[in-house]
């Protein structure tokens, strides 16, 4: 009877001790707050929802565009550089969703694998799914895996294909992955790493998904937008993206319109450079009329960005 006594005693306090532990996966809740700068439509793990077209547009910056934008609203630290690319060349944009990685120890990962299954989280299969096992088209598989190169490849050539199945996209790990060649092969699958081994993932425990991680000098947070191409990395705060993009598709139309001007020899440089007259912004609005691709700036975004003495 005692010992009946003891077990129910053990079991309840197991089953309270795992309600009150910290979750592995982030509530909506604490998503929203997080990004609480967002006032759009969000998932329905509380991520923000920016929409497929700005993400798009979003495609067509510059890394410096981006970096300068961020820097002008004061987040400074938003670029990670130095990576290692499946497929250079590419431009790729979506919606993060976070998960970090920790060197194993038998207690924690006990702990861990306890409270995914009280999460409901698949018990088949590796542990290092369960974020991969969240994701929806548009997003962005970005993990902190702390750099592990050899026994840390979050992802093979399977898993690579699930994840683009899900998403359309693809990853970027703080860490590596594995079967790069046949990767390779997956068209529309890109990925952002520190290094690649033909090793298996070994003594890695999944700690946090969507919740701040460290990628680099970067803090990145769950529903962050992600810029990659070959120059380097950005996250971008959901909230500041749709402006960020306005901002730098002005700023792309003006660059190559002072180009023009420049080759055309019709002006001195510190009159192109320098505040517009009147003249060279009548030239610059019929450029823009007759600007052979579609763009998103309307009339009403290009007077707003003359009439601020540019």
Known sequence: MIK????????????????????????PEYVTSLTAGWKGERTADGRPKVSDLVLERLQNCTL??????????????????????????????????????????????????????AEGRSQKGGINIWPIDILTKGDVYVADGYGKIKDGTLIGSSLGNAIYGKTGKGVIFYGSIRDMQELKDTKGFNAWVKGHDPSYIKDMTP????????????????????FANEYGVVFIPAHLVEGLVSASEMTGLRDEFERVLLQQSKYPSGEIHGDWSDK???????????????????QKDLEAYLAKGH
């Open 4 to 27: 009946k006594t003891l077990l129910a005693l053990t079991l309840a306090f197991s089953g309270s001790y795992l309600a009150q532990a910290q979750r592995l996966g982030s509530s």
């Open 280 to 298: 060279i912004k009548n030239e610059f609005r019929a450029w823009v009329a007759k600007y052979p691709k579609k763009l998103a700036i309307t």
């Open 64 to 117: 410096e565009q981006v970096w300068g934008y961020l820097g002008n609203k004061g987040y400074r630290n938003q670029v990670e550089k130095n990576w290692i690319i499946l497929k250079p060349g590419e431009t790729m944009t979506g919606r993060v969703v976070t998960a970090q990685f920790m060197p194993t120890r038998p207690d924690l990962d006990s702990l861990v694998r306890a409270q995914g299954k």
């Open 207 to 226: 700690t946090s998904i969507n919740a701040p991680i460290r990628i680099g000098d970067v803090t990145v947070l769950p529903g962050d937008v992600v």
